[in-house]
């Protein structure tokens, strides 16, 4: 097929495209392995569980892994086991270590020394940049139609020419990117591949309850809605009593707090309202989801998923 080679250090994945790391527990051993085995690249969330469950997963992942495909650790820059995460990730020598919500220099040098790709998630060419220089192997540039936290206003294609322009590392879209259509007119940009999360997140494998896959499957156009979580950044949710809950500021109880994240507002608990869901409870927890989670009709293996994406890039072309 036509399309240009997806190169990130030494991963070659068959297809352009790259699965997000979403947490909590929704992206997991199950979920990254199937990526990898239908020839993208598969991320295990590191968020919400503990070092060794990480480690597991990793394990999990690679038994599991029936070709030479990649998997990778998402680890987030705004949790207090940030390093320790990170360090263990390099420790079981993971494909490649991706990070958002901050950049720190010390994860390009850790990465530099394993030999092991850090690729940083960031919404501006002015971040793309600062990442390309401290050391960043690839960045993904997220826009506003993406899923969970937010870190711009600006739409993805809006973004990414400016970012395409700014760096010449590989420069993975995302944020909204559902078909073959939107692959194409990624790479047409610029752009070396896309990152999908709602769709993979509707997939039989990945590793959220069916409860929390329904209510991708039954949400509407209108059904969606931008909450200030604690980490201090917008995150898109499906509409549910949890978001009524927390909708004007408004506080909720917290039964114990873990003290993850660096900068809290303790307003309510992100990460508890987060394994409230990933338990099957998607009324009183909250379920992140892309802006066209409403286009996804259909719970479908991962294979299927990206065959279907690979077949409509190929009639676009």
């Keep these: 097929m036509n399309f240009p080679q997806l190169k990130i250090g030494h991963m070659m994945p068959k297809v352009p495209i790259m699965q997000g790391g979403m947490g909590v527990g929704i992206s997991l051993s199950g979920l990254a392995s199937a990526v990898a085995n239908a020839g993208g690249i598969g991320i295990i969330s590191g968020t919400g569980i503990t070092v060794e469950e990480m480690r597991m997963h990793i394990r999990k992942a690679r038994k599991r892994i029936t070709n030479s495909g990649y998997i990778g650790v998402n680890v987030l820059f705004a949790m207090n086991d940030f390093a320790e995460k990170m360090k263990s ?18 994860m390009y040098a850790w990465g530099r020394e394993a030999g092991i790709p850090v690729i940083s998630i960031v919404s501006s060419a002015r971040l793309a940049k600062m990442s390309e220089r401290l050391g960043a192997s690839a960045v993904v540039v997220e826009g506003f139609e993406a899923g969970g936290h937010l870190g711009t206003e600006r739409p993805l294609f809006d973004i990414l020419p400016e970012v ?131 286009e996804i009709k259909e719970i479908l293996p991962v294979q299927t998923i990206i065959n279907n994406i690979m077949r409509e890039y190929e009639a676009c072309i």
């Design 164 to 294: 395409v322009e700014a760096v010449k590392i590989p420069v993975i879209a995302a944020g909204g990117i559902l078909t073959g259509e939107d692959l194409a007119r990624a790479l047409r940009i610029g752009a070396s591949g896309v990152q999908m999360g709602t769709r993979f997140a509707a997939s039989e494998e990945c590793d959220a309850p069916l409860s929390f896959k329904e209510k991708y499957v039954e949400a509407r156009q209108e059904d969606t809605i931008l909450v200030k979580t604690t980490v201090g950044l917008q995150g898109r949710a499906i509409k549910n009593h949890f978001t009524d809950l927390i909708s004007d500021e408004k506080k909720v109880k917290i039964k114990k707090c873990i003290d993850c994240l660096k900068d809290c507002s303790y307003r309510f608990c992100t990460l508890d309202s987060l394994i409230t869901s990933m338990n099957g409870d998607c009324e009183n927890g909250l379920v992140f989801a892309g802006a066209r989670v409403h």
């Design 89 to 106: 990730a390099i420790e079981e020598k993971v494909d490649f270590i991706i990070s958002g919500a901050g950049i720190s220099r010390d």
